[in-house]
């Protein structure tokens, strides 16, 4: 490594490539990507449907590679890792969330929010008081033992978030967060990450709703696999270009 990144560069991502081989074709879906996030940062990655969100958001969090172009992640080369190196880092330092919840059907919210601790070896009695812990901080402590179909769709999402913070992580990651909720839905769940975020998590989500993107603090768009512009907000407004 010969660029090594300061510590509180938490995200270092260097020209970037991702490209798909279907067989029939070949997708460039990230066409060369430079990203740097500081730790305690909120970001909103934007760009239209096909921009390469949700790819960069996949291999940001650790859940695919990119096929070239460098990502260190906490200053460790996390860019051409095998899948259980992966999942180990992942674990270790990402809670991520999904649009679609992705909860455990027919389960509690406490055993839903309990898997990740059975991963990293946490003790049988302490996984439940954690469990309970991050219920209880996602606003959710009245609904402990409720399944993912007694619950509206604002409340699975804080389930799933719960289940992203349980571990500790210094970073949450989210693919459209609120993209299955209605709109005041989404404002609680932006209140709850901006929450998360004052208490020091970093936060990197993907929106394609501006108003959503208000929230955090600084706007990454996307196109055609390339970044295009890097906003700067604050209290909801645009503050600098780049
Ligand atoms: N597994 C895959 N195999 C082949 N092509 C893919 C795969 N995943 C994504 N793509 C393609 O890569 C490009 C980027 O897709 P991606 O899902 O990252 O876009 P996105 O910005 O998240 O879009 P959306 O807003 O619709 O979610 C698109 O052209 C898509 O069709
Ligand atoms: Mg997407």
Redesign the pocket.
């Known amino acids: 490594m010969n660029e090594t990144p300061e510590r509180s560069e938490t995200i270092v991502v260097r020209d970037l490539h991702?490209i798909?081989d279907?067989g029939a074709e070949q997708?460039h879906?990230l066409a060369g990507i430079d990203l740097t996030v500081r730790a305690g940062e909120f970001v909103a990655i934007m760009?239209?449907?096909?921009?390469?969100?949700?790819?960069?958001?996949n291999i940001l969090g650790c859940l695919d590679r990119p096929t070239r172009g460098s990502y260190h992640l906490d200053g460790e080369d996390v860019s051409d890792l095998s899948d259980d190196e992966l999942a180990e880092v992942r674990n270790r330092k990402i809670g991520f969330v999904f649009q679609s919840y992705n909860l455990i059907p027919r389960t509690t919210a406490i055993e839903n929010v309990t898997v990740p601790l059975k991963y990293a070896g946490v003790r049988g009695p302490e996984q439940r008081a954690r469990a309970i812990a991050a219920l209880e901080r996602v606003g959710l402590g009245e609904r402990l033992h409720h399944k993912p179909n007694e619950m509206s769709g604002g409340q699975q999402q804080r389930v799933a978030i719960a289940r992203a913070l349980v571990t500790a992580p210094a970073i949450l990651m989210a693919?459209?967060p609120t993209g299955n909720l209605d709109s005041r839905t989404s404002v609680e769940i932006m209140a709850l990450m901006q929450e998360l975020n004052d208490a020091g998590m970093t936060v990197v989500m993907?929106t394609?709703e501006p108003d959503i993107a208000l929230h955090c603090k600084r706007m990454v768009h996307?196109r055609d696999?390339c970044i295009e512009l890097d906003e700067v907000v604050k209290d909801r407004t645009i503050i600098s270009t780049g």
């Open positions: 991702k798909y279907t997708i879906a760009g239209p449907s096909g921009s390469g969100k949700s790819t960069a958001m693919d459209e993907v394609h996307f696999g």
